[in-house]
């Protein structure tokens, strides 16, 4: 679990994942590197399910790319205006299809793996600022949150038909969002709303909600494997908390200096550990 900080018991795991990784540095030694014009702004990565693909969500260049693993070598590529400001990109269970959140084109799109072909897209002011995707564990659904008009939708896969669709006020901005592993919940965050919401699949009912200066700027969220928990990084009280689901009760929490900015959380496949990102630290850490 995460523990609270006592005394430095958090930095002494920091210390030695890094002791670890000073020791065997070929866990991180370079495989393969892309750079240039043609990744300018690259934003939102994902590997496809069988780990032959890695796709690429290039912001700035307004492009979606798929390389193969580990050579990074091209295997197709779309760009151009309905791609403006590429923001996530997310590989469906199966491998076969790949969806994308364009920001300032207002759209969001499926497309075949590898060839990159449209399946089918939606778009408009009812997509304004699509900034996160996620797929549902059996690929039957995809979620949107819209960070612009504060609104998450479920729509059908491959169609994109919608499902359910909710618009809250309390959220000013939805940033992100993420099924549980049984899919029966969706994980919604508002940085603006300070609140972190748990909705059912598929209608989007409220079941639980977190709210206040704990959650200042709430933004990374992640399930542990096994779905009791759920983990939030809020970007302005640098904060990590831990939570059960579905009733978000507190399990445990780290704030401070440490995590200034803390915007990306993401569990090991064991649950074992928490990986965090702070975005104003310069820092990644890892906790148990």
Same mark, same amino acid.
């Given at each position: 679990?995460?523990?609270?900080?006592?005394?430095?018991?958090?930095?002494?795991?920091?210390? %030695?994942?890094?002791?670890?990784?000073?020791?065997?540095?070929?866990?991180?030694?370079?495989?393969?590197?892309?750079?240039?014009?043609?990744?300018?702004?690259?934003?939102?990565?994902?590997?496809?399910?069988?780990?032959? !693909? @890695?796709?690429?969500?290039?912001?700035?260049? /307004?492009?979606?790319?798929?390389?193969? $693993?580990?050579?990074?070598?091209?295997? =197709?590529?779309?760009?151009?205006?309905?791609?403006?400001?590429?923001?996530?990109?997310?590989?469906?269970?199966?491998?076969? &299809?790949?969806?994308?959140?364009?920001?300032?084109?207002?759209? $969001?799109?499926?497309?075949?793996?590898? /060839?990159?072909?449209?399946?089918?897209?939606? =778009?408009?002011?009812?997509?304004?600022?699509?900034?996160?995707?996620?797929? =549902?564990?059996?690929?039957? !659904?995809?979620?949107?949150?819209? &960070?612009?008009?504060?609104?998450?939708?479920?729509?059908?896969?491959?169609?994109?038909?919608?499902?359910?669709?909710?618009?809250?006020?309390?959220?000013? !901005?939805?940033? %992100?969002?993420?099924?549980?592993?049984?899919?029966?919940?969706?994980?919604?965050?508002?940085?603006?709303?300070? @609140? $972190?919401?748990?909705?059912?699949?598929?209608?989007?009912?409220?079941?639980?909600?977190?709210?206040?200066?704990?959650?200042?700027?709430?933004?990374?969220?992640?399930?542990?494997?096994?779905?009791?928990?759920?983990?939030?990084?809020?970007?302005?009280?640098?904060?990590? %908390?831990?939570?059960?689901?579905?009733?978000?009760?507190?399990?445990?929490?780290?704030?401070?200096?440490?995590?200034?900015?803390?915007?990306?959380?993401?569990?090991?496949?064991?649950?074992? !550990?928490?990986?965090?990102?702070?975005?104003?630290?310069?820092?990644?850490? @890892?906790?148990?």
């Amino acid at each position: 679990m995460l523990y609270p900080p006592q005394g430095d018991s958090v930095r002494e795991v920091v210390r %030695e994942v890094i002791r670890y990784f000073t020791i065997y540095p070929v866990y991180l030694q370079r495989v393969a590197r892309v750079s240039g014009d043609d990744w300018d702004g690259a934003w939102g990565v994902a590997f496809s399910p069988d780990g032959k !693909y @890695l796709a690429v969500a290039s912001g700035v260049a /307004d492009a979606v790319e798929i390389m193969s $693993v580990p050579s990074l070598e091209r295997v =197709s590529r779309v760009s151009g205006d309905d791609w403006d400001n590429v923001k996530k990109v997310a590989f469906s269970p199966d491998g076969n &299809y790949l969806a994308v959140a364009c920001y300032f084109s207002y759209a $969001v799109e499926i497309m075949t793996v590898p /060839d990159l072909t449209r399946v089918s897209r939606v =778009s408009g002011d009812d997509y304004t600022h699509a900034n996160d995707i996620a797929f =549902s564990p059996d690929g039957n !659904y995809l979620a949107v949150a819209c &960070y612009g008009i504060s609104t998450v939708e479920i729509m059908t896969v491959p169609d994109l038909q919608r499902v359910s669709r909710v618009s809250d006020a309390d959220w000013i !901005y939805a940033a %992100e969002v993420a099924f549980s592993p049984d899919g029966k919940y969706l994980a919604v965050t508002s940085p603006g709303g300070d @609140l $972190v919401d748990l909705l059912t699949v598929p209608d989007l009912q409220r079941v639980a909600r977190v709210s206040g200066a704990d959650w200042d700027g709430a933004w990374g969220v992640t399930f542990s494997p096994d779905g009791k928990y759920l983990a939030v990084a809020s970007l302005m009280s640098d904060a990590v %908390e831990v939570m059960t689901v579905p009733d978000l009760q507190r399990v445990a929490r780290v704030s401070g200096a440490d995590w200034d900015g803390t915007r990306n959380v993401a569990f090991s496949p064991d649950g074992k !550990y928490l990986a965090v990102t702070s975005q104003y630290a310069d820092a990644f850490e @890892l906790m148990v």
